[in-house]
């Protein structure tokens, strides 16, 4: 075991979730073992410990898990699991540390951001319970990363992760699992697998895309072998270092092959996508498009429907810029419904706690307890068990929901890589007016009330502020501003738009259309337009 010298660097800023830069600073030497062993430092050591170690398959991933191996050996761990070639999807990875009882584990991804030398790549650690680690943490970690002074690794050669099995590296145990195994068993445990396979028997038709990630070999196991569907259902299937040059980021901008088959002549009754490491998730029905708001109003009023969930949900959970159409599902049928800032982080102490079974996000992320990450092949065999159950289709499922609940139209848009001075003027001035908002009209609407969001855990009273600006008008319409916290480049401006319409009139709108006099209103209050140049967003979803 070698001691290396090392200095302080500029790691992973507190309360963000894991480390994400350039592929080529996580090669720079020394920069990969800074953050992993300010890790471990900061965890209190991993002496005598088990981990969990593996990654969506980028570029970097295999070499970078290597290296962290010989580190964990180095640092006394007694057992690190490891998938095979280095895979395994987040929700898989939150599954394994929590059936193994492992202390936590590392993940390396930069979940939907492209994969390559000269794109992105990332180093993330979650917590025993599965989950990402709290703020407490991730501030400890960047604590270490000012003041490191050595990392410790094994002079040993590179372990073999090609085969399943056991190894000896040091005094460690290298356990090289089968990534898929244990996950698709616990979604046989979950879903009505006898269902689903008659669903396929009688020639229901699915295209999966898995955009060269890592969900490909996890769908072909469960969607191809173990419930019957055709031989290249899911396509993408394959992981490529690159992602084969998609952006695995599961929206209707860079899921444009599926979305132009679901939308064309001949779709197939159903359609999913996933990201880079398999925690976000697309869904669609022939010709029609499911917003990740409404899939978790959908999933939570039909969740009974499914095995897993039969006694019924405990509560549920959304962040704040997601819509409300899952708070009129969980007022009608009793549950407890909690509003979190944005990341999965804030739904584990809620799960932890017994008070929710399901939650999601807007930005294509929908789990329940589990694991402790959002999980996309989850929440397409949710939708799989419910249409097998109701015998309907996607937009039958949809028209009926929206006649029974409402529909809350909704639209975020996202300007990319402003400069960031001026994505932080503009939300400072708006800051500064928040008060003044209120009863003022815009292009006809009144506003009800303007704050930004503030949030306390009910579980362990932490508060987090700052975590965006909620303009609410009149009827149940509002628009959400805040920054992002994930981007590499710049800043990135997110605009969440809402309007509810009670029904049954007014549901067949597009929802571009239905939402312009929120959109308009916004650009009076704010003043994007003018203020950055931009015509109009890089992506809308
Ligand atoms: C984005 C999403 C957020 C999600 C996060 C991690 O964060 O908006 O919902 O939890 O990625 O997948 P943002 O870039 O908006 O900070
Ligand atoms: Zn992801």
Not at 241 to 267: I, Q, R, S
Not at 295 to 315: D, E, F, I, M, R
Not at 416 to 428: K, R, T, V
């Amino acid at each position: 075991m070698t001691r290396h010298a090392t200095t302080p660097f500029e790691g992973q800023k507190p309360g963000t979730s894991g480390l994400r830069k350039k592929t080529r600073v996580f090669m720079q030497p020394r920069y990969l073992e800074n953050f992993v062993q300010a890790t471990f430092d900061a965890i209190g050591g991993i002496a005598g410990q088990t981990l969990v170690l593996g990654g969506d398959g980028r570029f970097f991933g295999d070499a970078a898990a290597r290296t962290i191996l010989k580190m964990a050996a180095a640092n006394g761990a007694r057992r690190v699991i490891v998938g095979q070639g280095a895979w395994l999807s987040t929700p898989a990875a939150s599954h394994l540390i929590r059936a193994r009882s492992a202390m936590g584990g590392i993940i390396l991804s930069a979940s939907h951001n492209p994969g390559g030398p000269d794109e992105d790549f990332g180093v993330k650690y979650n917590m025993g319970n599965g989950g990402p680690a709290p703020e407490s943490v991730t501030a400890a970690i960047y604590a270490r990363t000012q003041y490191i002074t050595e990392y410790l690794c094994l002079d040993a050669s590179d372990p073999d992760l090609t085969t399943v099995g056991e190894a000896q590296l040091g005094t460690m145990v290298v356990e090289v699992a089968d990534p898929v195994e244990a996950y698709a068993d616990m979604m046989e445990s979950l879903f009505d697998f006898n269902a689903l396979r008659a669903m396929f028997n009688a020639g229901f038709r699915m295209r999966m895309d898995s955009m060269c990630a890592i969900t490909g070999p996890y769908a072909v196991e469960i969607f191809e072998r173990r419930l019957g569907a055709p031989a290249g259902t899911v396509t993408h299937a394959t992981p490529l270092p690159d992602f084969g040059g998609m952006h695995p980021d599961p929206n209707p901008t860079w899921a444009h092959e599926l979305m132009a088959e679901m939308m064309g002549a001949d779709a197939p009754d159903f359609g999913a996508a996933s990201d880079g490491d398999g925690d976000r998730n697309m869904v669609l029905g022939a010709g029609i498009y499911v917003s990740p708001s409404d899939s978790l109003a959908v999933l939570a009023a039909n969740a009974h429907l499914v095995p897993g969930y039969k006694s019924g949900l405990k509560g549920v959970a959304r962040s704040m810029p997601t819509s409300a159409a899952v708070d009129r599902v969980a007022a009608e049928m009793g549950l407890d419904c909690y509003e979190t800032p944005t990341g999965w982080k804030f739904f584990g102490n809620l799960m932890d706690a017994g008070r929710v079974s399901l939650c999601g996000e807007e930005s294509f992320g929908t789990g329940s307890d589990h694991v402790r990450e959002k999980d996309g092949l989850w929440a397409v065999l949710m939708w799989l068990n419910i249409l097998a159950v109701r015998q309907m289709s996607v937009a039958e499922i949809l028209q009926d929901h929206w006649a029974r609940f409402g529909r809350n139209y909704y639209s975020r848009h996202d300007y990319e890589a402003l400069p960031i001075d001026q994505a932080e003027a503009m939300l400072g001035d708006l800051r500064t007016r928040l008060d003044g908002l209120k009863g003022a009209q815009f292009e006809g609407l009144s506003v009800e009330s303007a704050d930004e969001f503030s949030y306390t855990d009910p579980v362990d009273g932490s508060i987090s502020t700052g975590q965006g600006f909620r303009i609410l008008f009149e009827g149940g319409s509002r628009v959400v501003l805040r920054l992002s916290g994930t981007g590499t480049e710049g800043a990135t401006l997110r605009v969440y738009l809402e309007r509810y319409a009670p029904g049954p009139d007014g549901l067949e709108h597009d929802p571009q259309e239905a939402l312009a006099p929120i959109i308009k209103a916004t650009e009076a209050i704010v003043g994007i337009r003018e203020r950055t140049g931009r015509a109009e967003p890089n992506v809308i979803t």
